[in-house]
């Protein structure tokens, strides 16, 4: 299939910005193991038909080489015949898209989204209330109490996968898997990483917290 030229500017616009997040994110040790994925949407969106760039399964998510993105579509199945295998993960963000409209989903896994998910599993939510940083979800009121979802962990996707679209609560633009990882989406990815670096300062918060209580 012929790719037009337009289609080719946005899927190389979008895996320069997958390069740059993917550099920015792995300095910081959010990709440890070749954990965590990253993908970025093209084009027009209709829940039942997109495309998007996302990160090829198992890499080393610290290095960059010219096989780190394919296009999948809403299916999650390559667009190309690259020969490159999409993340693992890719269902979870086709769900993702499909409910909100997205513009771009960020994934990882860290020591303190995993343990307060741990914490929290029974409330299948983390609660945060009165936090600065709660604005970084463009939540601005006096005192604004929230709550994160938080999702079980199948070793099979499909099944986590059906599970998204329900899990979903208004202004809160990700959801928690337990002992797996935060899935953070935003607009588009500058908003997608905001939102990403708002949960995980939230999240070492609330285990600091936890920890003074004891
Ligand atoms: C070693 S981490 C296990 C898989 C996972 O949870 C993940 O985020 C990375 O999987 P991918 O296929 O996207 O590399
Ligand atoms: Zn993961």
């Not at 039942?48 to 999948?72: C, H, R, W, Y």
Request: net charge negative; with cysteine.
């Amino acid at each position: 299939m012929m790719i037009s030229a337009l289609r080719l500017e946005e899927k190389q616009q979008a895996f320069a910005e997958l390069t740059e997040i993917k550099t920015t994110l792995a300095a910081r040790g959010w990709f440890p193991a070749t954990s965590g994925n990253l993908s970025i949407r093209v084009g027009d969106f209709s829940p039942e038909q997109f495309t998007f760039a996302i990160t090829s399964s198992g890499k080393d998510k610290s290095v960059n080489t010219p096989s780190d993105f394919l296009l999948v579509d809403a299916q999650g199945k390559p667009t190309e015949t690259t020969g490159l295998k999409p993340s693992a993960e890719t269902l979870i963000h086709c769900e993702i898209y499909r409910a909100t409209g997205c513009g771009a989903i960020f994934h990882v896994h860290t020591v303190f989204n995993n343990i307060v998910s741990e914490l929290f599993w029974e409330r299948q939510s983390i609660p945060v209330q009165g936090v600065e940083l709660i604005k970084g979800f463009n939540i601005w009121e006096e005192d604004a109490q929230i709550e994160i979802p938080i999702l079980p962990n199948y070793a099979e996707i499909p099944r986590i996968a059906v599970l998204v679209e329900k899990a979903i609560v208004p202004r809160i633009p990700g959801i928690m898997l337990r002992n797996h990882g935060i899935y953070a989406w935003g607009a588009n990815a500058f908003e997608a990483k905001r939102h990403l670096e708002a949960f995980e300062y939230l999240f070492e918060y609330v285990y600091r917290m936890e920890l003074l209580k004891k």
